[in-house]
Nanobody, 125 residues
Framework: QVQLVESGGGLVQAGDSLRLSCARS????????MGWFRQAPGKEREFVAALMWSGSNTAYADALKGRFTISRDDAKNTVYLQMNSLKPEDTAVYYC??????????????????WGQGIQVTVSS
């Protein structure tokens, strides 16, 4: 089992920055693929960003490139999502997810085995 706990969400104003954290614990050694997703009210869950714990592969939703950055801290076993220049349309529940390593086209969209409980991010105009 793998446990994922998100933190760092909250209410911010448009233009502000926020950093989400996802602390991993448990049997994480096989869960190399880490992703962030979000779900806004009335909308489907969408991909935000992902990385492979081993190596340097990262991926971003096209619309978020340049504003959002995914990174990790090996010592803390934590994945981060740095969000800059936030917009009201970034308001959503953000989820951290973990999965087995994947390679090739679209690796970041393939099956994730574990999900965090989600954390609310609200951006006011």
């Amino acid at each position: 089992q793998v446990q994922l706990v998100e933190s760092g969400g909250g209410l911010v104003q448009a233009g502000d920055s926020l950093r989400l954290s996802c602390a991993r614990s448990g049997r994480t050694f096989s869960m190399d693929k880490m992703g962030w997703f979000r779900q806004a009210p009335g909308k489907e869950r969408e991909f935000v960003a992902a990385l492979m714990w081993s190596g340097s592969n990262t991926a971003y939703a096209d619309a978020l490139k340049g504003r959002f950055t995914i990174s990790r801290d090996d010592a803390k076993n934590t994945v981060y999502l740095q969000m800059n220049s936030l917009k009201p349309e970034d308001t959503a529940v953000y989820y951290c997810a973990a999965g087995k390593p994947e390679y090739g086209s679209g690796w970041y969209l393939r099956k994730y085995d574990y999900w965090g409980q989600g954390i609310q991010v609200t951006v006011s105009s």
